[in-house]
């Protein structure tokens, strides 16, 4: 089956600074990779995603990069804030054929934390 | 649109005891996905139901848990007996049907039942 691997486990930046947290994967059927933002208390928030088809994705301050190759990926935070502060995860899957949807697999999670 | 819904949000049982944790998809959405996040780990799958029917139960722990979604609403995750290792926060999610192939991908999830087991 698959496996997801995450890496920093907790990660401390100054406001306005980047943050950059990389995911491997090992299953090459993956073809989906969902970031989710999980504030305290609350469920995973979807927050960007890519599809194996494209190498990089952008939205304002977040972007996620793929390298199908090495089957690695990355979430890049720039300009950050103190709400930016939060649990991310990464997630790997792939759609199903019958009836749609997919199985994602997540890595162990990043403790963000943005300094002032 | 309302969100997933997840019911309760904590639930404490002594062992050997019985809970039933309920998740309101998000309307209309025909994939609905049970996970679970023990302390400090991965959210793990549990299963995943295309309307009321399972597509993958694979990442179910035993037979003590057991899931259902009648009428391809709302679902519900039963443990019977709880053991002390079903500690964690049992999350649904929800995703639209397999003909909106680009969006059925999205998984939207609730707030999650912190489950604790004494």
């Known amino acids: 089956g698959e496996n997801v691997e995450q890496h920093p486990s907790t990660l401390s930046v100054q406001e306005g600074d980047s943050a950059v947290i990389k995911c491997t994967y090992s299953?090459?059927?993956?073809?989906?990779f969902p970031w989710y933002k999980q504030e305290l208390g609350k469920g995973p928030q979807l927050i960007i995603d890519i599809r194996s088809n494209v190498g990089e994705k952008k939205d304002q301050r977040i972007a996620v990069t793929l390298n199908k190759t090495a089957k690695h990926f990355s979430l890049h935070i720039t300009e950050t804030q103190p709400e930016d502060s939060a649990v991310y995860f990464c997630a790997a899957g792939h759609f199903i054929l019958t009836g749609g949807g997919n199985k994602l697999t997540f890595g162990t999670g990043t403790q963000l934390k943005v300094e002032l | 649109e309302a969100g997933v819904t997840q019911f309760p949000s904590h639930s404490v049982i002594e062992k050997g005891q019985t809970v039933t944790l309920r998740c309101d998809p998000i309307?209309?959405?025909?994939?609905l996905y049970w996970y679970r996040r023990v302390m400090g780990k991965e959210i793990k799958f549990l299963l995943h139901f295309v309307k009321e029917s399972k597509q993958d139960e694979s990442g179910m722990p035993n037979n003590r848990f057991l899931a259902e979604r009648t009428g391809g609403t709302y679902s519900t995750l039963k443990v019977q007996p709880a053991e002390l290792e079903d500690s964690g926060v049992y999350f649904c999610?929800?995703?639209?049907?397999?003909?909106?192939?680009?969006?059925?991908?999205?998984?939207?999830f609730g707030p999650g039942t912190r489950l604790t087991v004494t």
């Open positions: 309307s209309g959405h025909d994939n």
């Open positions: 299953d090459s059927a993956s073809n989906y």
């Open positions: 999610a929800s995703s639209q049907g397999g003909r909106f192939r680009d969006s059925s991908y999205e998984q939207y």
